[in-house]
């Protein structure tokens, strides 16, 4: 790896805070995991809504800066084989539990090494996307600034910068919990005392607090169920007991970034950009006095007391759309999981047809080919479909003809691009600019995704191409998918059953496994 050391010296501060930092997660490393809202496609997507030409998923560079065991990184090698990915970790025993999976996923496009974001210099590399998740915030306000000036200095010129942090006011709850559990465990440095020590005073606290104080009953709640988890344990140590947390108001985020050259694109989860995701009245008034795009931002963090978001930076120069360009969709691939809240809707006419979110938000649609167009993934197929596929498949629904691109046409067609723009910026339609990187149909020799194969051979629980978690709790259907690595037809994997599997069981598992987005192109 070639390293340059930053321009700006590292305080002494800076410097013990590194040190300690790495001790901590080679004492106690965190397990990391995909991460949906940080992967290629969607930052390409989110990018070119707001008008940045960001490079396509399939073949694309990224770098992960604290990437842990690469349990983010990997899983996106896999589903992106013609691209790039780069993982940087301070924790030795980091590196070496990815560089062990990796070798077991014998994947080739993927380079995890020791190293620090401070000494990388512009000579390592120049890349498309830039992840930066649970790391911002867990350093020092020194080491912040190297951060925003390695992701300016190592992103390329249409790249996209992920980064995420806690964020006040939501946070400020917290942010107490936290001082007071390092309060408690001041001079005592054995990790395991620590964290037994925060237990018994989370545990005696909530005996003691008045019930009128419920929203502060609630958190302590929720942070001693974590320390209370011995799955969890990595979680609490390094959220609660580490030397450094400090959260950002969006704002300064904004500003702080600016002074190096980055500036603000969206934010990954969309919907927490959004005032029209609150009651139309507050939302209209909100609007009226803001005065730029952070300061809407940061109203809305106080409205929603929120204490997290996952922001977008790119260069200083490029030029941005102040509102996302919603036509785009028509270039994109949509997937919903919206379902009718009535048994055979009425599609043809004005009727009012309710669809329902699977958290349960409704919305209202009198349109016919907005109406058929959600249909077609209750009715025909949850994959994703490219949207002339879905007006095509929304036409033959409603029985009518659509090919004449006639003005009306070109009309019906704008409305349901804008709504179905409108509908995912809410969160309740998946957009994405670049196909899916699975397979929709289980192939002569089926080939489940290596990670699919070598996790469910160990347990019930494994992680699609989606990037999804999912269970298996069929011992059949996880030996099926065990042997699915392209060497078997149909025929063979019957045999291999010896009369145990069906065949028609067998195509319903072949088919379930490409509906979850678990079979390889």
């Known amino acids: ?63 992960e800066l604290g990437c842990g065991d690469g349990g983010n990184l990997l899983p996106l ?23 062990g999976l990796q070798s077991r996923l014998a994947l080739d496009n993927v380079r995890l090494e020791v190293g620090s974001f401070v000494d990388l210099d512009s000579d390592f590399g120049s890349f498309d996307y830039i992840v930066v998740h649970g790391l911002m915030s867990w350093v020092t ?138 009651p139309h009245e507050p939302s209209e008034l909100l609007e009226k006095l803001v005065e730029s795009r952070a300061q809407r931002l940061q109203i809305l963090d106080f409205a929603v007391n929120r204490k997290f978001r996952q922001s977008l930076l790119c260069h200083a120069d490029v030029v941005l759309h102040e509102m996302p360009d919603l036509h785009r969709t028509c270039e994109m691939y949509i997937a919903s999981n919206l379902e009718p809240t009535s048994a055979d809707p009425p599609i043809n006419g004005p009727a009012v047809v309710e669809f329902r979110d ?47 691109r006639d003005a009306q046409d070109r009309k019906e067609r704008e409305i349901l691009a804008l709504l179905l723009g409108r509908i995912h910026l809410a969160d ?36 699609t191409l989606r990037l999804r978690a999912l269970a298996v709790d069929n011992a059949i259907a996880r030996e099926v998918l065990c042997l699915l690595d392209g060497s078997r037809d149909r025929d063979a994997l019957l045999q291999h059953f010896e009369g145990r599997l069906p065949a028609d069981e067998l195509e319903k598992i072949l088919q379930l496994a490409a509906d979850n987005a678990m079979l390889m192109k």
Not at 361 to 382: G, Y
Not at 451 to 457: D, G
């Open 1 to 63: 790896m070639r390293t340059k050391r930053a321009a700006d010296p590292l305080s002494s501060e800076d410097l013990d805070s590194v040190a300690r930092t790495q001790q901590s997660y080679e004492r106690i490393p965190y397990r990391t995991g995909p991460w949906p809202s940080a992967r290629p496609s969607h930052l390409e997507t989110t990018a070119n809504l707001w008008g940045l030409e960001a490079a396509a998923a399939d073949r694309c560079s990224m770098l």
């Open 77 to 99: 090698a896999l589903c992106h084989p013609e691209s790039t990915f780069v993982g940087i970790d301070l924790a030795k025993a980091h590196i070496s539990a990815g560089r």
């Open 141 to 278: 306000p020194g080491l912040q600034e190297h951060l925003f000036a390695a992701c300016k200095r190592l992103l390329s010129p249409i790249g996209v910068a992920f980064i995420s942090y806690n964020t006040y006011p939501g946070w400020y709850m917290q942010h107490s919990i936290r001082e007071l559990l390092r309060q408690h465990n001041r001079g005592v440095n054995d990790i395991q005392q620590r964290i037994e020590r925060s237990r018994e005073l989370l545990d005696i606290l909530l005996q003691t607090v008045p019930a009128r104080e419920s929203a502060y009953r609630d958190y302590l709640e929720s942070v001693g169920a974590v320390a209370r988890d011995p799955s969890r344990e990595y979680y609490f140590s390094h959220e609660y007991l580490e030397d450094q947390n400090h959260p950002f108001y969006v704002l300064d985020f904004i500003e702080r970034a600016g002074a190096h050259g980055l500036q603000y694109l969206a934010d990954a989860d969309l919907i927490d950009m959004e005032l029209d995701n609150m």
């Open 358 to 404: 699977r958290h349960g938000r409704t919305i209202e649609v009198d349109q016919p080919l907005v109406k058929a167009s959600l249909l077609r993934f209750c009715e025909e197929s949850r994959q994703p479909i490219a949207f002339e596929e879905l007006v095509d498949w929304a036409c033959r629904r409603l029985g009518v003809a659509m090919g004449a």
């Open 428 to 463: 309740m339609v998946d957009l994405q600019s670049s196909p899916p990187c699975w397979s929709f149909e289980p192939s002569t020799y089926p080939v489940a995704s290596p990670l699919v194969r070598l996790e469910l051979a160990e347990n019930e629980r494994t992680t």
